[in-house]
């Protein structure tokens, strides 16, 4: 990202810049502020780190992993009840009861047999939380995702036969490309799928994905400063 963001920032400072930064860059797109939302990557950090950023008002999460997320999100929820959290990273089926029931939000149905899986859990479980599908727009072997060619039929065969409420797309570009082409390839899917919510951009590509027509982007590093681990 183009401002400098120094460890020494209080998280209450990084918020607030990263928000003045989507600002300036929804600006300059000519689109306003308010239509990007800011899914605030809180995962690998502990609520200790976490608790700050909420009471500075953000209420929007992403984790990666079920049980890591179970770890703290349950206590932040009762403290913050109207905060909503997404699930931004692959689901196991084996963890789809614990992840319907903890999330607002599933940001990576990336799988037939997982669409299924929430489908049938959200049935059981009377809960009918949105989701976004996530397409695979750089066709990597080790990524998650539907592949392009396949996604219109998926999406249909989400809203139609597993009564899935779609609101849209998500992508993870692939590391070496650039990644405007792969925003507007999403963005193209969900345009004429009738989809309005794209959640595309990091800390390192989110001008280009505010650029692109993003309504969320995700970031970690941008807000809370690096990982320690690497986490896919
Ligand atoms: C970790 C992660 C992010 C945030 O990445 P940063 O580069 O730290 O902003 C966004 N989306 C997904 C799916 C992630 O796993």
């Not at 689109?31 to 502990?46: C, F, G, M, N, Y």
């Not at 990273?89 to 149905?109: H, M, Y």
């Not at 490309?177 to 800390?203: C, K, T, V, Y």
């Amino acid at each position: 990202m183009s401002p400098v963001m120094t460890s020494e920032q209080t998280p209450q400072q990084r918020l607030a810049h990263v928000l003045a930064d989507i600002a300036r860059h929804a600006k300059r797109a000519e689109r306003a502020p308010e239509d990007i939302a800011l899914i605030a990557v809180s995962k690998t950090k502990p609520a200790e780190e976490i608790l700050p950023i909420l009471a500075a008002g953000h209420r929007l999460f992403g984790e990666n992993r079920v049980q890591k997320a179970q770890e703290k999100w349950p206590a932040l929820k009762q403290q913050y009840p109207n905060l909503k959290l997404c699930l931004i990273g692959p689901l196991q089926s084996n963890k789809t009861r614990e992840a319907v029931r903890l999330f607002d939000r599933i940001d990576s149905i990336d799988r037939p047999k997982i669409a299924r899986a929430v489908s049938r859990v959200m049935a059981e479980e009377n809960r009918n939380i949105p989701v976004l599908i996530q397409v695979n727009t750089g066709a990597e072997p080790q990524k998650s995702g539907i592949l392009p060619e396949h996604a219109d039929a998926f999406i249909e065969e989400c809203r139609e036969d597993l009564n899935l409420n779609v609101i849209g797309l998500q992508c993870i570009p692939p590391l070496d490309d650039h990644a405007a082409p792969h925003f507007a390839l999403l963005s193209q899917i969900a345009r004429r799928n009738g989809l309005r919510e794209l959640s595309m951009g990091m800390s390192a590509d989110y001008p280009a994905g505010i650029a692109m027509g993003a309504t969320m982007i995700r970031l970690g590093t941008a807000l809370f400063g690096a990982r320690a681990k690497p986490q896919s």
